[in-house]
T-cell receptor, first 114, second 115 residues
Framework: GENVEQHPSTLSVQEGDSAVIKCTYS??????FPWYKQELGKRPQLIID?????GEKKDQRIAVTLNKTAKHFSLHITETQPEDSAVYFC?????????????FGSGTQLTVLP | SAVISQKPSRDICQRGTSLTIQCQVD?????MFWYRQQPGQSLTLIAT?????????ESGFVIDKFPISRPNLTFSTLTVSNMSPEDSSIYLC????????????FGSGTRLTVV
């Protein structure tokens, strides 16, 4: 099955700096790569996603890049703000049997220091 | 995207008892997914529930412990049976939405504490 590795497990940045979180996946059949933000006690919220037919996607301060050859994708947050502090999860989706399934990375605790 | 109502939001249960968690979706969806998130950990898929057929369980999860119902295209339940303190976790349901560009959304979660 799919295996998703995520690094780093914790990341502290100064407000205004950039943050980068990296993930690798094992199954070349995976074709959808979402990123979720989870604040304490809340559900995971989709913040950005990318499909295997594009290499980069941007939404305001957030961008995701995908390298299919190397099987890795990254989340980039620019001009970080204290409200960006949360746990971020990457995931990869592939078809398994009759269903598509998400496999999650282990998560990154991002802390933005004021 | 689809909107999911999940309940209960939290519960404290005695060991040996069972708890049923419900998820109601505001639109018809083919697949529903149940996840467990242990404290400080990532999300682990328990099973995939397709309407009209038995759920498909991931390695390490069995139907006797986590029976699932999927009576229609908008509703599913997960039961945590014969609970022990090790079952204390957050349980989340999720659905796939959208065609052709699909995505996944989550219920608000059930925080279960077994004492």
């Amino acid at each position: 099955g799919e295996n998703v590795e995520q690094h780093p497990s914790t990341l502290s940045v100064q407000e205004g700096d950039s943050a980068v979180i990296k993930c690798t996946y094992s199954d070349s059949a995976s074709n959808y790569f979402p990123w979720y933000k989870q604040e304490l006690g809340k559900r995971p919220q989709l913040i950005i996603d990318i499909r295997s037919n594009v290499g980069e996607k941007k939404d305001q301060r957030i961008a995701v890049t995908l390298n299919k050859t190397a099987k890795h994708f990254s989340l980039h947050i620019t001009e970080t703000q204290p409200e960006d502090s949360a746990v971020y999860f990457c995931a990869a989706s592939m078809v398994r049997g009759s269903a598509r399934q998400l496999t999650f990375g282990s998560g990154t605790q991002l802390t933005v220091l004021p | 995207s689809a909107v999911i109502s999940q309940k209960p939001s939290r519960d404290i249960c005695q060991r040996g008892t069972s708890l049923t968690i419900q998820c109601q979706v505001d639109s018809q969806v083919t697949m529903m997914f149940w996840y467990r998130q242990q404290p400080g950990q990532s999300l682990t898929l328990i099973a995939t529930a397709n309407q009209g057929s038995e759920a498909t369980y991931e390695s390490g999860f069995v139907i006797d412990k986590f029976p699932i119902s999927r009576p229609n295209l908008t509703f599913s339940t997960l039961t945590v049976s014969n609970m022990s303190p090790e079952d204390s976790s957050i349980y989340l349901c999720s659905v796939e939405f959208g065609r052709p560009n699909y995505g996944y959304t989550f219920g608000s979660g059930t925080r279960l504490t077994v004492v």
